[in-house]
C-alpha cells in the first residue's frame, strides 16, 4: 500500500429490514455476500497505519463472517467504521464480539423515537425495540471504557420529520445511566447526523412518503438542533445548507466535511477507485457568491433533480459564533 486509502466495503445488499429509503437498487439485493477471501485479498493491498475501512451494505452485520471481517481488517492496520440499522446490536453477545473485534466508529441509523413512526419507515416489525436495546448496549460498552464512537444518523424524511424534535429528547434523556460516585447521568451519542434523504431507488419509488423540501422540514430540523444544542449534544448536518436555516451564522460549524484523500468502493459484484465522495451533489451557479461554498457540499442530486435548487441562496456575509466548532 502506497498511501493511506479510505475504503467503503459493501459486504452485502441484503438486509434484515425493508426501508422505505433503502438507496441499494433491487437488482444489486441479488448479488449475496462478499466472499470473505475476496475481501482478505483487498484488504492485504489496501489497508495500513493510517487507512480507514467502513463497512456497509445493505445490513452488513447479517454477513456470516462480520465479526471476521472486522477483526481481519483490524489487524491489517485500518480503523473500522460500520453503517448499520443497529438491529443485530439487541443481542449483548454480539454487540460485545464486534468492540472486542475492533470496531472504532459505529453509525447507527436512528429514523424516529415514535415507535409506530419508525416500524413505518423500516417496515419490520419489532425493529424499533432492537435498535435502542442495540445501542443502549454500544453506549454501554462505551461507558465502561471501550474505545468506540456512537454515532446516530437520521435522515429527513416526510413521513418522520415531525416527530424529529421528539426525537432528539429522547436521544439526549439517555439511551443507558451510568453511576458516578453515586450519581446518575444518561450516556448520549458522539454526535447525532442530521442528513438530507438521496431521493433515490426506493426513496424514489416512495415518494409521497419521503420527499419533503428543505424549506418544509427546516421548522422542525430547527427546533431539533436547538434542542440538542441545549443539552450539550454534538449535531452535525450533511447535505442540508446552511443558507436554508433563518440564521445560517448559526448552523455553518455544524455542517459535516466529507474526508479528503483516496476512496475506494468495493461491493460483491463492482470495484471503484478514487470514488468522488460529493459526486452525488450538486450546487446551484449562485452558491460560488455563498461565504460557505468552500465546505458546503449543497444537496444530493436527485434531491435537486425532484424540487430544483431555488432555495439555495448565497450568504454574502458569514460570522461564526465562537461557541460552535469550526469546519
Not at 464480539?97 to 441509523?109: E, F, H, Q, R, T
Request: some cysteine; aromatic content about 8%; overall charge positive.
Amino acid at each position: 500500500m502506497n498511501k493511506p486509502v479510505r475504503s467503503y466495503i459493501e459486504i452485502c445488499y441484503t438486509c434484515n429490514s425493508d426501508c422505505i429509503s433503502c438507496p441499494c437498487p433491487t437488482a444489486w439485493q441479488k448479488q449475496g455476500m462478499l466472499a470473505f477471501d475476496k475481501l482478505k485479498e483487498y484488504l492485504d493491498g489496501h489497508t495500513g497505519p493510517g487507512s480507514v475501512v467502513n463497512i456497509n451494505g445493505g445490513e452488513p452485520t447479517i454477513h456470516p463472517d462480520f465479526i471476521k471481517i472486522v477483526d481481519y481488517a483490524t489487524r491489517a492496520g485500518a480503523r473500522v467504521g460500520l453503517l448499520s440499522n443497529g438491529r443485530m446490536f439487541c443481542d449483548k453477545k454480539f454487540a460485545q464480539s464486534v468492540v472486542k473485534a475492533g470496531l472504532k466508529d459505529a453509525c447507527i441509523a436512528f429514523h424516529s423515537s415514535n415507535r409506530a413512526a419508525y416500524e413505518g419507515f423500516t417496515r419490520a416489525k419489532g425493529s424499533f425495540n432492537e435498535v435502542v436495546q442495540g445501542l443502549k448496549n454500544l453506549l454501554e460498552l462505551k461507558a465502561s471504557g471501550r474505545e468506540i464512537t456512537v454515532v446516530l444518523k437520521i435522515l429527513i424524511c416526510k413521513s418522520t420529520v415531525k416527530y424529529l424534535p421528539e426525537t432528539i429528547r429522547f436521544i439526549t434523556r439517555g439511551f443507558t445511566p451510568l453511576y458516578q460516585e453515586g450519581k446518575k447521568r444518561c450516556v448520549i451519542p458522539d454526535t447525532i447526523l442530521l442528513e438530507a434523504m438521496d431521493i433515490v431507488c426506493a426513496a424514489e419509488e416512495n415518494k409521497g412518503l419521503t420527499l419533503i423540501t428543505l424549506t418544509e422540514a427546516m421548522p422542525y430540523i430547527n427546533e431539533a438542533i436547538e434542542i440538542g444544542l441545549a443539552h450539550r449534544q454534538n449535531i452535525s448536518i450533511h447535505y442540508i445548507p446552511p443558507c436554508i436555516f433563518p440564521n445560517p451564522d448559526l448552523y455553518c460549524g455544524l455542517v459535516q466535511r466529507d474526508p479528503p484523500g483516496s476512496q475506494v468502493v468495493l461491493g460483491p459484484e463492482r470495484y471503484i477507485e478514487d470514488f468522488g465522495i460529493n459526486s452525488s451533489a450538486v450546487k446551484s451557479l449562485v452558491c460560488k457568491e455563498c461565504e460557505a461554498d468552500s465546505f458546503c457540499a449543497g444537496v444530493w442530486k436527485s434531491y435537486g433533480d425532484a424540487v430544483g435548487l431555488a432555495e439555495l441562496k448565497p450568504i454574502k456575509k458569514l460570522k461564526l459564533p465562537p461557541w460552535l466548532r469550526k469546519v
